[in-house]
């Protein structure tokens, strides 16, 4: 869908396996990536994506976290911005950015207040919490872009660099044309490997 820049979630301790029989067996329809980004498997859902449903999107990440995996989910449409934390099959913090909406804005900066403390207590040994506070700030004062916010929290727990280059399920198709040799670290799930079988 146009103006979609990011719509994923990224998945850590669980494998990639049990990711593709979780979401192959909840999603409906199951048509989407996995994508290998270090430590971090990502998913990309198509039907979230075309759609531009975070909802969609933020109950997979709870679905597939299974009994220890955590998720983090990201969504970038246009202005509007969520970004959430789930573990062990529960729905962390949420933060939703909807311009115009003057509740909402009030409630945001609380919002990634709990983000915050349960980022830095899933992530110990990697989260700085004072340098977590500062991109947050720098997001609420307009400072930084949400994307570089997403990119600077997910780097800090190690998700590859890269991650910009797949954060949405068409980039994918066209990244494996561009370079087939990125395909060892991606598995199509439910139409999309259909498609890719044909």
């Known amino acids: 869908m146009p103006g979609v820049y990011a719509c994923c979630t990224f998945f850590q301790h669980v494998t990639p ?4 029989v979780s979401y192959e067996e909840s999603a409906e329809p199951a048509n989407g990536y996995l994508v290998s ?4 498997w990502m998913l990309d859902d198509a039907t979230a994506t075309e759609a531009s449903d975070w909802g969609r999107q933020l109950e997979l990440a709870t679905q597939l976290t299974g009994e220890e995996g955590t998720a983090i989910s990201v969504f970038l449409v246009g ?5 959430a934390l789930c573990h062990g099959g529960n729905r962390g913090p949420v933060a939703l950015f909807v311009p115009g909406d003057s509740k ?3 409630q945001l900066p609380h ?3 709990a983000f915050e403390q349960a ?3 899933l992530f110990p040994d990697d989260v700085d919490t004072d340098e977590v506070d500062s991109i947050f700030g720098a997001l609420l004062d307009g400072a930084m872009l949400p994307e570089e916010a997403f990119s600077s929290l997910l780097q800090m727990v190690g998700v590859a660099a890269d991650w ?3 954060c949405w399920c068409e980039t994918v198709p066209y990244q ?8 060892s670290r991606v598995i199509p799930l439910g139409l999309a490997k259909a498609f890719w079988e044909e």
């Open 17 to 20: 396996e049990e990711l593709a």
């Open 37 to 40: 980004l270090n430590t971090w």
């Open 79 to 83: 202005e509007l911005w969520t970004l």
């Open 104 to 106: 909402l804005l009030e």
């Open 111 to 113: 919002q990634l207040l």
């Open 119 to 121: 980022f830095g207590e």
């Open 164 to 166: 910009q280059r797949w």
């Open 176 to 183: 494996l044309f561009t370079d087939p040799d990125l395909s």
